[in-house]
Structure formats: C-alpha cells, structure tokens
C-alpha cells in the first residue's frame, strides 16, 4: 500500500516535495507517480504544480489523471500545493480557463501596481518569504502564528465561501494563501522549500486523520 502518492502531470517541483516527504515520514512508502491506478491506492495524496494555469489543465487532462485527482480531494487526505491550490477552483482569469471545480471561487492576478506602506512599487510575481497568519487546523499544529513560507505566484484565489479560508498573507493587501474543507487542505505558499515550518506542515499532513 502507498502511503503518500505524489501527482506526476509533468508541472511539479515533485523531486522536492518528495525528498521533503521524505524527511518528514522516513518509514512511509512515498511515491511520485502518473499512474492514476497508484493515485486511486494511496492513503493520502499531494498534488502540486508550478507554470501557467492552463499548461497544468491540458497536461492533467492529457494523462488522463483528472478524475483520479478529483476522486483523491473528496475522499482522502488531500494537500495541494502551489498551482494545486488554484487548480481545485471553479475558474483562472490566466488563460481564461476552467479549473476542477472542487471548490467554487475565482482565481485572479494581482495588480500591476501594487505598493508597499512607504510608496515602494512591489513587484509580480510575488516571490520570497511572506509571513502567514493562520486559523485553527490540525495541519498548523505547532506552527507558530504569522511564521514564514516561501511563496512564488502571480494568481492567488478568492473563494467564494469564507469558510473555506485557513491562512491569509499580505502583499500588501490581505490574500487567500491557504483553504481547508472535510479532508482536503491546499496552501498558495510552497511548504518543500519553507524549512522548518513547511516540514512540520507536511509532517502534519501525513499524521492527518480527518
């Protein structure tokens, strides 16, 4: 039995998510795969991405792995990560394109002139270390209120039902960076790559029993 089934649609950082799977569950069996067979088999499952948006639709579809990472979010442990947020959304104004659906809401871009508190014009993407304000989660257990992840995005989400809504960041207005319903929890930020706090997120999620 698969422990851990890492999404392979050819978007992902997965050699990092893995290795940081790794480290964190060192007894788990941890696989990176496209097979949708080994995705449906697995305890839990991790889907993540990085690039554009429509790119990441076209090849899920492509590897016919749609209906195997719809399956996995209503009915595991489930963790998206990155563009694995986005992509659980009804909608991506990059690429006017249709994402999974799973959760309603829109996926918009930020504004091109964006500005800090002393004038300072900020740029897009959004990259580095961002300070993440969280709500009550066991996936946030023992994780400090406003620690840093390290994020790299353009598009962030705006989910229709605040309820959904687990983590903010600011840049330099409030965003969505992290979403939890039932056994599904997706984050905006990149945990594989946020040291201390990722790996404890990511050392949550495979102790996760919802």
Request: net charge neutral; charged share 20%; aromatic share 8%.
């Amino acid at each position: 039995m698969v422990d851990v089934a890492v999404v392979d649609y050819g978007m992902g950082n997965l050699r990092s998510v893995e290795q940081a799977l790794r480290k964190v569950a060192p007894d788990d069996k941890i696989i990176v795969s496209d097979d949708a067979r080994v995705i449906a088999s697995a305890r839990r499952v991790v889907f993540p991405g990085q690039g554009a948006m429509p790119d990441c639709m076209r090849e899920l579809e492509t590897r016919g792995l749609r209906n195997a990472v719809l399956e996995a979010a209503r009915n595991k442990p489930f963790l998206g990560i990155c563009i694995g947020l986005q992509m659980l959304f009804d909608h991506s104004s990059e690429g006017n394109v249709a994402g999974l659906g799973v959760l309603r809401g829109e996926v918009v871009r930020f504004a091109g002139n964006l500005r800090d508190a002393q004038g300072n014009k900020l740029k897009v993407p959004h990259m580095g270390w961002n300070r993440v304000h969280h709500a009550q989660h066991p996936l946030w257990n023992g994780i400090d209120q406003d620690a840093r992840f390290y994020f790299v995005h353009s598009y962030y989400v705006r989910p229709q039902d605040a309820a959904l809504v687990q983590a903010t960041s600011d840049y330099p207005q409030p965003f969505v960076c992290a979403v939890a319903r039932d056994n599904l929890f997706a984050v905006q930020f990149h945990p594989e790559k946020s040291q201390t706090a990722g790996l404890k997120l990511l050392q949550n999620f495979v102790q996760w029993n919802p």
